[in-house]
């Protein structure tokens, strides 16, 4: 545990600390009085309200949509199912300016919907919401379908035998089985609306702003680090909180029934009603996921003079974006690239140290330290990224002109989905396989390598695998850190956004095409090499 330890306590607390710490004190002595101050405020409540009750919506309407597809997922088998499993995915490890854009292109000024039939739904709250649906319904239809096609399905068949209805029968039997994971999905949901920042600053406007967006704001554009410091500790306890309930239930979901292989429970649909069910799936699937990614490769050819590659030829020139970039915008995708596979190597050191960790003790301090290795999904990244800039100043630690700040950074955000995807595995693996090499003569080291590393090689594979995805779409830290020079690819969208005129905007298409398509071919080659279908993500 000590290397896992020593990384987040210098790259994750000690610049939320400092943060902090500048926005509270005064003369080196705590101003706590502030945090009175900027609660009551009624701009920073109207902030709070809205940031709780679209996360809620956004939530309540996730389930609602997504339920069904958990049940597809696990219950039927339908060819492209593997398929159509990673693309409802794919979404979920975009960065949130891509999916910002990509509902952009589908409802806002010019989007599809404008030129089709003049509806705009940008700088609305339904946009929002329905663009957090996008991003989180792979969060439901892996957690819950994920528990669901291993449930089996004879414990709700006996209770009909029984008497019960179909009905009765699911409520009394299935239903409390499935009640962990649905908690725990709603709560990764309600955690990731909670702490929004660019589907909301894209969509939203000036007239929405979450605790996240709210923190940007006052630290980069009007530099009140009070308030900032208020509204980091305020979304730190509302994390803490959730991160809390989620492992409970998450102990819960371990416990709940014994269960089966999933190709014992997975059937090919029968009857009109399961058909009717299945085809509603995919319709939802065809019109919530596939349209918004559908649109924005179609805005990313569509250039004046007709259908073309305009945009991204035009991505190879810096001048074409005028003062945008220092470097062509291309460029960003060579430099997220080795950034992601560096931030890559990082997390799986820290994550697989720190879930091996996990795996040889239990109680209340390695439960502490596991919800840790969660915070940096709640915790602000603005802050996070800032702090760096104010932390890693000095020598031995001073990397503000170093590139290794971007791959630390994005790591922060990858170690959570390492240990989430190897917890399980490690803690299958026989302690007496491991006490059979010791007993042979194998050291510890040696015992790794020929035990735990051949089982758990696959989940290596699925952790790295995710881990470059997330880190290749982290931006709320890497806005601030990421230099001119060296743009990531999130950043560069976000650049070329927040500039005038079609050529930026096509350019801005075309960046979130490239990504949205290596994100995918990454989320189908996990497709093909994962095993285990009950995962956290």
Request: aromatic share 10%; proline share 5%.
């Amino acid at each position: 545990m000590a290397v896992p330890v020593a990384f987040f306590a210098l790259f994750f607390a000690y610049p939320v600390v400092a943060i902090v710490g500048r926005g509270l004190k005064a003369d080196g002595v705590w101003q706590f009085g502030r945090i009175g101050e900027v609660l009551s405020r009624p701009d920073i409540a109207d902030v709070l309200w809205f940031t709780t009750w679209q996360a809620l919506a956004s939530t309540v309407l996730t389930l609602l949509i997504a339920l069904p597809g958990a049940y597809v997922f696990a219950r039927f088998d339908f060819p492209g199912k593997q398929l159509l499993r990673a693309v409802v995915t794919v979404p979920f490890v975009l960065p949130t300016v891509v999916v910002g854009t990509a509902f952009l292109a589908l409802l806002g000024r010019g989007g599809f919907l404008d030129e089709l039939w003049g509806v705009r739904l940008d700088t609305t709250v339904w946009a929002i919401l329905l663009a957090h649906v996008f991003f989180n319904y792979a969060v439901v239809v892996r957690t819950v379908g994920g528990l669901w096609s291993q449930l089996d399905p004879r414990q709700e068949e006996a209770a009909r035998v029984l008497g019960a209805g179909r009905l009765a029968a699911w409520r009394r039997v299935t239903l409390p089985a499935l009640a962990p994971a649905v908690g725990a999905a709603a709560l990764m949901v309600f955690l990731f609306t909670f702490t929004s920042f660019g589907v909301v600053q894209i969509l939203g406007g000036p007239a929405y702003s979450t605790l996240e967006v709210e923190i940007y704001r006052q630290t980069a554009q009007l530099l009140d680090l009070p308030t900032a410091a208020v509204l980091t500790l305020v979304q730190f306890a509302a994390v803490g909180g959730i991160l809390a309930v989620h492992a409970w239930t998450v102990r819960r979901r371990e416990t709940a029934l014994k269960l089966v292989d999933p190709a014992q429970t997975s059937r090919r649909p029968r009857g009109a009603g399961q058909r009717a069910l299945l085809g509603g799936v995919l319709l939802t699937v065809a019109l919530l996921i596939v349209a918004p990614l559908g649109v924005l490769v179609e805005r990313s050819v569509d250039t004046s003079g007709g259908y073309g590659f305009g945009f991204y030829r035009a991505l190879q020139s810096a001048d074409a974006s005028g003062s945008t970039f220092l470097v062509p915008p291309l460029e960003a995708i060579w430099n997220s690239l080795q950034y992601a596979l560096v931030a890559t190597l990082i997390a799986l050191v820290i994550g697989g140290l720190a879930a091996a960790a996990l795996t040889r003790r239990a109680g209340p301090l390695v439960r502490g330290f596991d919800a840790l290795l969660m915070l940096p999904l709640g915790v602000s990244a603005v802050t996070v990224g800032f702090g760096f800039l104010i932390t890693l100043d000095e020598p031995p630690l001073d990397l503000r002109t170093s590139w290794i700040l971007v791959p630390l950074a994005q790591a922060l955000v990858g170690v959570p989905f390492v240990v989430r995807t190897m917890l399980p595995v490690l803690r299958a693996v026989d302690d007496r396989l491991r006490e059979a090499a010791a007993v042979l003569g194998a050291s510890p080291l040696r015992a790794w390598r020929e035990v735990d590393l051949p089982l758990v090689r696959r989940a290596l594979l699925v952790a790295a695998g995710f881990a470059f995805a997330v880190s290749l779409g982290e931006f709320g830290a890497t806005v601030f850190i990421a230099r001119p020079d060296n743009p990531t690819l999130p950043v560069a969208v976000a650049r070329l956004l927040g500039r005038s005129g079609e050529l930026n905007y096509g350019q801005a298409m075309a960046l979130s095409t490239i990504l949205m398509l290596v994100c995918a071919v990454s989320l189908l080659l996990l497709e093909r090499i994962r095993t285990d279908r009950s995962g956290e993500f």
